[in-house]
Nanobody
């Protein structure tokens, strides 16, 4: 059974940090591009960062320098390190695994709240 289980969300003050993790089961993790998307209330889901099977990363321009994505193919984990969080970073963060148009999976999402 395919599952992407996110963890690590929560409440953080502006300027703080969070680390999101996504644990994958049920598919060949190492073959997939994996990553994170986020959705704020009233907004469309948007790309945060992805990392391909060869380790190539793609990070939204506005997040470069603050967010870092990494993967562990042995443990089947994808991690998003988020630093200097701002209120605009708040939303539901979703883990994604993409192989092709027929093989793509989403997690249930984890809430990130940035507030003082």
């Amino acid at each position: 059974q395919v599952q992407l289980a996110e963890s690590g969300g929560g409440l953080v003050q502006p300027g703080g940090s969070l680390t999101l993790s996504c644990a994958a089961t049920g598919f060949i993790f190492s073959a997939y591009r994996v990553g994170w998307y986020r959705q704020a209330p009233g907004n469309q889901r948007e790309l945060v960062a992805t990392i391909s099977s060869d380790g190539t990363t793609n990070l939204a321009d506005s997040l470069k320098g603050r967010f870092t994505i990494s993967r562990d193919d042995i443990r089947k984990l994808v991690t998003l390190q988020m630093n200097n969080l701002q209120p605009d970073d708040a939303g539901v963060y979703y883990c994604n695994a993409h192989y092709n148009v027929w093989l793509e999976y989403w997690g249930q999402g984890t809430q990130v709240t940035v507030s003082s």
